[in-house]
């Protein structure tokens, strides 16, 4: 029985010592949260959420990657601390983390059911879902999809492509994988193409749906959301590489309610908030809830890109002059 006793005693203590953040979470009554992902999906979250603290009240913020992190960075200057919470990209995250603006924080949560990479080590961030970068397409226009990257450069497909006016994480990524010279090349030869462009991979997938373009560079769960509610969209599967990157939550270092927002990363990164991502058709990072295509070609996006971000941002900008409201 000795063991029994034993468990006993690390239960109760964990008990003892869950209480005093839970009385400290509720007298700070609210979680800030700053973040890229779009507004149902980010609402889908809450609802849970809120129904497991009703004492709390999450207040979101939702832009894209590029206005938080700048958001961020500006209220840091002035001396402003208002967020509690972020969930973004790797590399905004690294930004963030290089301005030492992270907090650590080794959630409980995410000791089991992630893979090797998807946890910093100091406990500054902690992947919540996976972003595949495919080339998406409305069926009812295209017959016979680019089956490669290198395809997308063929005559057929001027003008025919759109992209994120954001994609700076996948521009990098690419050049990352192929080598500079040759992932150069590449883009602009892509670019040489006029793709168009719009501001989000949501609104890019609502316009693929409706047909105002043919093919996409789109993340591979907008795609299988759309066709699962019968859209006519498909994405290709045979793509060298996929680059993939881990859409990660951090606390900030300087947090106006740090113990609820403990409360919130451990939710997020629990099987329940998980399970309420995954109803939204994103790829959750926990591993023993993932499903999909274990075949792809994927490349990680490496943290060390965020050194170079903001000479990837020139240059993608560059590039990838806008061509299209």
Same mark, same amino acid.
């Given at each position: ?255 106006? !309610?740090?113990?609820?927002? $403990? +409360?919130?990363? #451990? *939710?997020?990164?629990? @099987?329940?908030?998980?399970? =309420? &991502?995954? /109803? %939204? ?17 994927? !490349?990680?996006?490496?943290? $060390? +890109?965020?050194? #170079? *971000?903001?000479?990837? @941002?020139?240059?993608?900008? =560059? &590039?990838? /002059? %806008?061509?299209?409201?």
């Amino acid at each position: 029985m000795r063991w029994f006793a034993a468990l006993s005693f690390v239960l109760a203590a964990g008990a003892m010592a869950a209480e005093p953040r839970m009385d400290e979470a509720r007298r700070e009554g609210e979680v800030v949260w700053y973040t890229a992902m779009n507004v149902p999906d980010a609402e889908a979250v809450k609802k849970p959420f809120v129904e497991r603290y009703p004492f709390l009240t999450l207040t979101i913020l939702r832009s894209t990657g590029e206005k938080v992190r700048t958001r961020i960075l500006t209220e840091a200057r002035a001396g402003r601390h208002t967020w509690d919470v972020v969930s973004f990209n790797l590399l905004d995250i690294e930004a963030l983390n290089r301005e030492g603006l992270l907090g650590a924080y080794a959630s409980p949560e995410a000791r089991t059911g992630y893979p090797a990479g998807a946890v910093d080590p100091d406990g500054r961030w902690a992947a919540i879902y996976v972003r595949q970068y495919v080339i998406g397409y409305n069926t009812r226009l295209v017959k016979q999809p680019p089956q490669s990257w290198r395809d997308l450069l063929a005559p057929p497909w001027m003008g025919k492509l759109a992209l994120d006016e954001s994609d700076v994480e996948w521009y990098a990524a690419m050049l990352d994988y192929w080598g500079r010279d040759k992932g150069l090349a590449y883009m602009r030869a892509l670019a040489a193409q006029k793709p168009q462009q719009r501001r989000g991979h949501s609104l890019l997938s609502r316009l693929l749906v409706a047909g105002e373009f043919p093919l996409a560079l789109i993340h591979a769960a907008e795609v299988e959301k759309e066709k699962q509610d019968g859209a006519p969209v498909d994405w290709v599967k045979m793509l060298d590489p996929v680059v993939t990157s881990p859409s990660q939550v951090a606390i900030a270092a300087k947090a106006p !309610h740090p113990a609820a927002a $403990r +409360l919130f990363v #451990d *939710f997020l990164l629990s @099987e329940p908030g998980q399970r =309420a &991502i995954a /109803a %939204r058709g994103r790829v959750p990072a926990r591993s023993d809830l993932a499903t999909g295509a274990a075949a792809l070609k994927v !490349h990680y996006v490496s943290p $060390r +890109l965020a050194a #170079d *971000f903001n000479r990837y @941002e020139r240059e993608f900008r =560059a &590039i990838f /002059a %806008r061509s299209a409201p």
